[in-house]
């Protein structure tokens, strides 16, 4: 799996519409599809979209991009945009993690040197 380092903290993943041996993932109207398909039907029949979930373009390509909020509000549906993502090779930006695991460790024998 590619995991791409955003440049700023992002509150969101964003499966791409690219494999990850660099393909346009097809079909072309993928995103939608999948958007559709965690929408909910109104009472006068319209689709109505996720909050969580909302397609983008990327690159010029479709994306769907998934606050990571689902992950807690409902861990079935954010496990199956995941799913999808990994099961068709998509390539997928994780949020960006911050400076705190970015950090080399230091070796347990300069910690016993500075305490």
């Known amino acids: ?9 992002s509150d ?3 499966l791409l519409g690219t494999t990850l041996d660099g393909q346009k993932f097809r079909p072309s109207d ?4 999948l958007t559709v398909a965690v929408s909910t039907v109104g009472p006068k029949k319209q ?3 996720h909050p969580r979930v909302h397609m983008a373009v990327k690159n010029g390509l479709p994306a769907v991009v ?3 909020v689902l992950e807690k509000e409902n861990k079935i549906m954010f496990d199956f ?4 993502g990994k099961s068709n ?4 930006e994780y949020p960006w993690v911050g400076e ?3 950090k080399v460790e230091t070796p347990k024998d300069e910690l016993k040197a500075a305490s």
């Open 1 to 9: 799996m590619v995991v791409r380092k955003l440049e700023k903290k």
């Open 12 to 14: 969101s993943i964003t």
């Open 30 to 33: 993928w995103a939608q599809r």
């Open 47 to 49: 689709i109505i979209s």
């Open 66 to 68: 998934i606050d990571t």
């Open 81 to 84: 945009l995941i799913n999808f």
């Open 89 to 92: 090779n998509l390539q997928i």
């Open 100 to 102: 705190a695991r970015e």
